[in-house]
């Protein structure tokens, strides 16, 4: 009976007792780009029937009459979650985005079509009034973030006794951030207004503030703004680094992906669609990932892209690109919000083995972030024309705001650790091992030992060999940064063992105005050259260690020639991308090879040696060019359409005891063709004309390969002075297939391998007078033994053709290169060629 009744008085007092209701509420987020994740499932997995969606902003609100033991989430795109439950009110969910592989659909006639694909067509169909670039004008305010961390630090990697003076910055990340560990390398952020009006054409920026942290450059600020980064994903092809991926949206989307309807809800009080979409082929530049379109404009209102690593993208492991679009004036979907981030392989790949095994096993990775907000749009031709006129790039105060200006008027809070950030990076960049790498690297990549007031180098040019000085030797310096930010002075000695010569070199440059850049700059040379078309930096093919004799092919004399040269030129630049070059040079070449040149047409007398005074002028167009800028050096980042270069040149006889008298005209064109899923194409095309009786080494030589590297820049299967001509068109179309063979191919898409094409073609002639002139030296007047024999290519143009592989290690090209015609016995007919380049 007591048995009874306690059992009896435990069911009655459960139904009597009331239920422990529990509320819970979080955020769902990807854990890599930290962005919400839309209408993602909470549930339990006991009973899916018991659960809840997230909003469009991957916020939740759920309800339980008892507590659960365990919670569920999943989402389209994303790897199933699970996590125990403890008892909190409140708890986030980061969910980890995963790559899917579809098989192979057949798609038949009498199957029923996915209604994403009728979706689409209305998308594509309502692209021209969706695309904000076809507004009459518009304008707005953009806040641009920019983050650059060390991620995935290990424990063995702290410890590394490389890592030891940054010891009590990973305690003082570990103890105060919220995420993983990581090593703030750069953060930036940029407040602008960005103007725009479709006809004419122009786009317009002016950068309101700017904080850097570490650093204050201008040019950094400038290439932080919306107009050089923005991507539009109504254009058919998005530019991801140096290569282009099909857009979701591209006109012929469904050529490079698979649709899929999964989903519909209000977004904004909008009634939505959800489409994902996947790669149709192996072999394409193409997303991952998922978009909602507004029923009625057929607009994007959010898409969410992604790129994993299995894509032919070097050094990246994985990007995502998530952007959100707010409707204006009840008329035009405009964007609202935009966050990419990507991360990279470890730092050390391809680097392995050795003496740095540890290193490279252990080594973190980097991780870049970039948030972009817009706000208070503007409309009015009228209006934003006039705002433009102001041709201000950069506001003078704009990096001098102080903290509360960046408090109040920053689109979003910083989080603590882009907070702590700002002061980690301005701690790290005084630690001693901090200038110690600065300058290692310095080294490596500009050849300078840097030491602020002055620089030594460059150190790949200290010693080479070959034929006529034996060993060289060379010591240089410049005037560093610390002495001047406008005025450089440089200069060198070299000394050839064999010889027993001195050579020398000065030169200067002053930079009068820094953007749009404007300067002067002169050089006085006497030294050995194996091209009297010489630069006003010093440099030259045979100057360096990899031109010399320890990498030539054998049998090759040396073509040198003794030059005394001394130039002034000056330079000025405009900001739509056109800029000149003046210059006046006098030059003495003696060539330290058989030549002979007869200087009038009755061919008695021969020159082994001659001098000339030349004016010239360069004018080139690259529209919108855009560079990163130091104090004296630049690194263009590239431009809108193809690079165009005009060249006249002009000799006066008599002038500075100048021997010759001509003219020199000459057009390039140079640019990037692209091809879709097949790649794209690097051309040059290069045409001029001399008039004048001049000897060879003034008129047209293309260059040569007399050594075991490929030359980018000239032709591989002919030696050095093989052509001349003084009337002439060059072509170079080089095709870079990016993985569209290899992609398919398990081992060749594993190693990243791409295929690579190139044409090469001279057509060319010389003048009666000039063939007079230097008969001497022409093919048909010399034998075999002769250091020169110079051919003219005439109406039959010079071919080369090659097929290779690209991005071997990362680094390495190798093509087999053939000739297609002038098979004589003056250079091989097939070679390899190898050489080291730097892609995505």
Not at 189 to 210: F, G, H, M
Not at 309 to 338: A, C, H, M, T, Y
Not at 768 to 781: D, G, I, S
Request: hydrophobic residues 40%; glycine residues 6%; contains cysteine.
């Amino acid at each position: 009976m007591k048995f009874c009744f306690t059992v009896l008085f435990g069911i009655l007092f459960s139904f009597w007792i009331p239920a422990q209701e529990v509320l819970l509420s979080g955020v769902i987020t990807d854990a890599y780009t930290k962005a919400p994740v839309p209408f993602a499932n909470v549930y339990l997995p006991s009973d899916p029937s018991v659960g809840t969606s997230a909003d469009f902003e991957g916020r939740y609100h759920m309800k339980f009459n008892n507590p659960p033991d365990t919670l569920a989430v999943s989402a389209l795109g994303y790897e199933d979650l699970q996590v125990v439950y403890e008892g909190l009110e409140k708890m986030d969910f980061e969910m980890e985005a995963v790559a899917t592989t579809l098989s192979e659909v057949v798609v038949k006639a009498t199957e029923l079509e996915d209604p994403a694909y009728v979706l689409f067509r209305k998308i594509v169909k309502n692209k021209p009034k969706n695309n904000r670039k076809n507004l009459p004008a518009y304008a707005c305010e953009v806040y641009n973030k920019l983050e650059l961390d060390l991620v995935d630090i290990s424990e063995k990697f702290k410890n590394l006794k490389i890592n030891r003076p940054f010891k009590f910055i990973y305690d003082y990340i570990d103890s105060t951030t919220e995420d993983k560990p990581f090593l703030p390398m750069f953060l930036a952020e940029t407040l602008s207004n960005y103007s725009y009006v479709r006809s004419p054409k122009e786009e317009k920026e002016l950068i309101k503030a700017s904080k850097v942290a570490g650093m204050k450059n201008e040019s950094v600020s400038k290439l932080l703004g919306i107009m050089y980064q923005n991507l539009n994903i109504y254009n058919n092809w998005l530019p991801i680094l140096s290569k282009s991926f099909a857009s979701p949206i591209s006109d012929n989307g469904t050529s490079y992906y698979r649709y899929y309807l999964v989903d519909s809800n209000y977004i904004d009080n909008r009634w939505c669609y959800q489409i994902q979409f996947f790669p149709k082929h192996k072999n394409v530049n193409a997303f991952q990932g998922d978009f909602w379109v507004h029923d009625t404009t057929f607009a994007i209102t959010r898409i969410n892209l992604h790129i994993f690593g299995e894509l032919q993208l070097n050094f990246i492991e994985r990007i995502s690109i998530v952007k959100s679009f707010q409707f204006v004036n009840d008329s035009i979907w405009l964007p609202k919000k935009d966050f990419i981030s990507a991360t990279t392989s470890k730092i050390t790949e391809p680097i392995g083995g050795g003496l740095i095994k540890k290193f490279q096993e252990n080594a973190p990775s980097i991780q870049a972030k970039r948030t972009s907000s817009y706000k208070k749009y503007q409309f009015g031709r009228e209006k934003i024309l006039e705002k433009m006129e102001d041709k201000t790039e950069i506001a003078p105060d704009a990096l001098k705001k102080p903290d509360n200006f960046w408090a109040v008027n920053r689109h979003h809070k910083l989080s603590k650790n882009e907070t702590n950030a700002y002061f980690l990076i301005d701690t790290i960049k005084t630690l001693p091992i901090i200038k110690t790498w600065k300058t290692v690297g310095t080294l490596l990549f500009t050849g300078y030992y840097n030491k602020n007031y002055v620089e030594i180098g460059n150190v790949y040019t200290f010693y080479s060999h070959n034929q006529i000085e034996g060993s060289r030797v060379k010591f240089g310096m410049r005037t560093g940064e610390g002495s001047s930010k406008h005025l450089r002075f440089g200069a060198y000695t070299a000394y050839g063992f064999q010889d027993k010569n001195w050579k020398y070199g000065l030169n200067f440059l002053y930079i009068l105005k820094k953007h749009p850049r404007q300067l002067i700059g002169g050089t006085y040379l006497r030294d050995l050259f194996s091209s009297p078309n010489i630069q006003s930096d010093f440099t030259s093919a045979s100057d360096g260690i990899l031109s010399s004799n320890l990498l030539r092919r054998k049998g090759i004399p040396y073509k040198l020639v003794d030059i005394r040269h001394i130039e002034m030129h000056y330079f000025k630049q405009w900001k739509v991308g056109i800029s000149l070059q003046l210059g006046l040079a006098n030059q003495h070449d003696n060539p330290k090879f058989p030549f002979a040149y007869h200087p009038t047409p009755e061919n008695e007398n021969k020159i082994e040696a001659f001098t000339f005074t030349e004016f010239s002028a360069e004018a080139k167009f690259h529209y919108k060019e855009r560079f990163i800028r130091g104090d004296f050096s630049r690194i263009s980042v590239g431009g809108k359409g193809p690079v165009i270069s005009v060249r006249y040149s002009r000799a006066i006889k008599d002038l500075f005891k100048g021997d010759l008298q001509y003219n020199k005209f000459e057009l390039e064109i140079r640019g990037k063709l692209k091809a879709g899923m097949f790649g794209f194409s690097r051309i040059l095309l290069r045409s001029g004309k001399i008039w004048g009786r001049l000897p060879y080494l003034r008129i047209f030589i293309p260059q040569g390969n007399e050594g075991i590297f490929r030359n980018s820049r000239g032709f591989n299967l002919i030696n050095e002075y093989a052509f001349a001509t003084d009337r002439y068109a060059m072509l170079v179309i080089d095709h870079h297939f990016d993985g569209f063979l290899f992609q398919s191919m398990p081992l060749f898409k594993k190693w990243r391998l791409r295929t690579v094409a190139n044409f090469r073609a001279l057509l060319g002639d010389m003048s009666v007078k000039n063939r007079l002139a230097n008969e001497l030296n022409l093919f048909e007047n010399t034998s075999d033994g002769d250091q020169v024999r110079i051919l003219v290519p005439s109406r039959k143009p010079y071919m080369e053709a090659s097929f290779g592989i690209e991005n071997i290690l990362r680094f390495i090209r190798i093509e087999s290169i053939w000739k297609l015609n002038y098979k004589t016995d003056f250079a091989p007919n097939w070679g390899l060629r190898m050489n080291l380049q730097f892609s995505f």
